[in-house]
């Protein structure tokens, strides 16, 4: 094995928390009257990104750290997260939902890191654990900005999440900040 490393890394239990959370919003979501089409489209989307996620984590929880392909199958994982990421961050969300795309946004740069880092940990003549580092700092950002989103899809703001409210805002509203919208 070229390097055993990366014994303390525990992905499955973040992904784990990140996919009970995504259970309880897809339970809230059923029931009560058609949501619109746009937004029926948009859960759809994040359903695929958070079922590929919940893939994700049973593939994980498989790798076996101590076996020689453990680094191969970690990147390959981390590829498609980062893709998944990619992808919910390209999604296209009904006005609702615009803070969730924010977020996601965030998680897909986060992502993106982390595999550049993890790459450079393991891809190198030598193992390189600050890049390793790095990349773990990254890929729990990541995994912070994926519960927001998952948070958000509920209806509800996280603490220490800042949603400004994007309504236009009236010439005379400009004029008097006291009327205006304020952030939530």
């Known amino acids: 094995m070229k390097h055993n490393r990366f014994c303390s890394f525990r992905p499955a239990q973040l992904l784990s928390a990140l996919f009970t959370l995504f259970l ?7 029931g009560g009257e058609e949501p619109p089409e746009d937004i029926a489209a948009y859960r759809e989307a994040m359903t695929g990104f958070f079922d590929e996620l919940s893939a994700c984590q049973t593939e994980f929880s498989s790798i076996d ?3 020689d392909d453990a680094e191969t199958r970690l990147l390959a994982v981390i590829g498609r ?3 998944c990421c990619r992808s919910a961050a390209e999604a296209e969300p ?5 803070n969730v795309r924010n ?18 940990a393991f891809e190198g003549e030598a193992y390189d654990p600050e890049a390793y ?47 205006a919208p304020a952030p939530g």
């Not at 309880?24 to 059923?30: D, F, I, R, T």
């Not at 009904?94 to 615009?98: D, G, I, K, L, M």
């Open 24 to 30: 309880a919003v897809s339970l809230a979501a059923c």
């Open 65 to 67: 750290v101590s076996a």
């Open 81 to 83: 997260m980062d893709e």
């Open 94 to 98: 009904p006005a609702e939902f615009e």
């Open 103 to 120: 977020m996601a946004k965030e998680a897909s740069s986060c992502m993106e890191e982390a595999k550049t880092q993890f790459h450079a």
């Open 133 to 179: 580092d790095r990349a773990m700092q990254s890929y729990e950002a990541a995994g912070v900005r994926i519960g927001y989103m998952a948070s958000l899809l509920h209806g509800v703001i996280p603490e220490g999440v800042t949603v400004i409210d994007s309504e236009p805002v009236s010439e005379s509203e400009a004029a008097d900040p006291g009327t």
